[in-house]
């Protein structure tokens, strides 16, 4: 989680973690050494990647809403094919932002696994940069030699990002090393709703169910069914958006009343 919070400050290679906020302090974050920063408006797209030697893992981050033209981007919900001519659909304005970085993304992440061919890979975002990091994976696995080996994916507050093809084609390649995270009554997690758009969400689900933490594991249903007993079991009208600002302390308060950029 402070890996998604620091990518969502926008975080830049020239300066390395100065300047970026509380998460960006933090000593597990610090001891990463970046390898590649993005930062582009036209698909809209931020993150980072960096190693930690500490951990041995290469980290890929993606940044969440955390820009004005990021909100039209989560707006943009009309569904697209994931695979042209499969049956599965989409978030049209998460997959234009995901293919419009992927590939230098995945330059990077491929130069780096060579280089530590022992090292685990992390995806990871919260919010927006959730939903990417998991389409991210999917992208890369499906092009990249030996990651679906060495991969993890780690995403907080993710909205729905596709129907329940693209669900089940996402559980069966990823659905055993990701771990969506979801806040208690976090609005974001039940977005888009389902009767705007018939998405489902992709296993599996953590449900931090109390402000103490504790974690129900959800369980996978067949088709667009999520666990009535996890986050789903929330009332739209009960969420407030407090809790997607607060995934066991993160995002810190700094970072959630930083002013928005464009």
């Not at 998460?23 to 597990?28: G, L, Q, S, V, W």
Request: overall charge negative; glycine content about 10%.
């Amino acid at each position: 989680m402070r890996y998604a919070t620091a990518a969502t400050t926008f975080v830049e290679l020239s300066r390395g973690w100065a300047g970026c906020g509380e998460a960006c302090r933090d000593a597990e974050v610090r001891g990463a050494i970046l390898n590649q920063t993005w930062h582009m408006d036209a698909p809209l797209s931020d993150g980072f990647v960096a190693v930690h030697h500490g951990s041995r893992e290469i980290v890929v981050a993606w940044a969440g809403t955390h820009r004005y033209r990021a909100l039209l981007l989560d707006m943009t919900v009309f569904p697209l094919p994931y695979i042209p001519g499969v049956s599965m659909s989409v978030h049209g304005g998460f997959l234009g932002s995901v293919r419009g970085a992927v590939g230098e993304v995945g330059r990077h992440l491929g130069q780096l696994m060579a280089d530590y061919p022992d090292y685990a890979v992390v995806f990871t975002g919260h919010s927006k940069g959730g939903a990417e990091a998991a389409l991210g994976a999917l992208d890369l696995v499906r092009s990249i030699d030996g990651l679906r080996q060495r991969i993890r994916v780690w995403t907080f507050g993710e909205p729905r990002v596709g129907d329940a093809q693209f669900a089940a084609f996402y559980n069966h390649r990823l659905g055993n090393v990701t771990y969506r995270v979801a806040s208690l009554a976090d609005p974001v997690v039940a977005m888009p709703p389902r009767f705007l758009v018939d998405f489902c969400h992709h296993g599996l689900e953590l449900w931090l169910m109390n402000e103490e933490g504790d974690i129900y594991v959800g369980q996978q249903y067949a088709g667009c069914s999520e666990d009535p007993r996890a986050s789903s079991s929330v009332d739209f009208y009960s969420r407030s958006i407090r809790w997607h600002q607060n995934y066991l302390g993160l995002p810190p308060a700094d970072h959630a009343q930083a002013a928005f950029s464009w």
